[in-house]
């Protein structure tokens, strides 16, 4: 079994054949799948596929990308994260690949979510994208380590995932990994232990090799995997076993809610 960590399912692209996506993850042994709001306004579409599919988890935050919603506080991130099926608070982090100007508001969001990770006892789904000091930076400076979560769509160097696995972050690889110039991401995803793994899509973007340019989806995860698992020389199923085991052991998710 395989569980995509992080996907978009709300998004246009998915959400006009939900069934035909699901049907395509039970077809791969793709058994659960994480939605992850990427701000307030769609967050009700974010939680109306978790409710509508048993084994489809939520998370809830605005994305470091996002300027045109409301900006939450974190009492308000708490409030939604007491839903049963929001596993995690996020996606959040930096991202100074499109900022422009002053990106200062960025970061005040980025301690907002993870003060609201800690009141919630809930874990961090965390982007970061050239940015990767001054997230460490806040992560420690905001005590991230206590609640721990995840590095998602990891694309920066060990030190950085060293850094961040010994804050309690595991890091997740995405259909990036199965590219064939991204040498220094594989050459990461040997180094990383295994059982700090997880493995995602953030589909619909990132479709890895042989989709690459298409419209991602979950079933995809599988081939995230199977790089995983050619890269550290092991069995694909010791990488669905450990990324799973791994999954609900983070997200406190309980297998019940498999379809
Ligand atoms: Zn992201
Ligand atoms: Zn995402």
Redo the contacts with the bound molecule.
């Keep these: 079994m395989f569980i995509d960590s992080?996907?978009?399912l709300n998004f246009p692209e998915l959400a006009a054949d939900l069934g035909g996506v699901t049907g395509a993850m039970a077809a791969n042994k793709v058994t659960h799948a994480l939605c992850?709001s990427?701000n307030l306004e769609t967050f009700p579409e974010v939680l109306a596929v978790a409710e509508r599919f048993p084994n489809v988890f939520a998370s809830t935050g605005v994305?470091p990308d996002d300027r045109s919603g409301e900006e939450p506080d974190a009492a308000r991130l708490v409030k939604l994260a007491s839903h049963p099926k929001v596993v995690a608070i996020g996606?959040t982090g930096l991202d100074y690949y499109r900022v422009e100007g002053d990106s200062e508001w960025q970061r005040e969001r980025f301690r907002t979510h993870i003060r609201a990770a800690r009141q919630a006892g809930k874990p961090l789904?965390i982007?970061t994208r050239e940015a990767a000091a001054d997230t460490i930076r806040i992560m420690q400076e905001e005590r991230a380590a206590e609640i721990g979560g995840v590095m998602?769509?990891f694309t920066e160097t060990a030190e950085v995932a060293w850094q961040a696995m010994d804050m309690n972050f595991m890091i997740s690889f995405s259909g990036i990994v199965t590219f064939k110039n991204a040498t220094a991401l594989k050459d990461v995803a040997r180094k990383v232990p295994l059982e700090k793994m997880l493995i995602e899509t953030?589909s619909p973007?990132l479709a890895p090799v042989p989709y690459r340019g298409k419209i991602n989806q979950p079933a995809y995860v599988r081939f995230v995997a199977e790089e995983i698992a050619r890269l550290k020389g092991i069995s694909i199923e010791s990488v669905a076993e450990a990324t799973s085991t791994s999954f609900f052991r983070l997200f406190k998710a309980t297998r019940q809610s498999e379809a």
Excluded: F, G, P
């Design positions: 992080h996907c978009h992850v990427v994305h996606e789904i982007h998602h769509c953030d973007y």
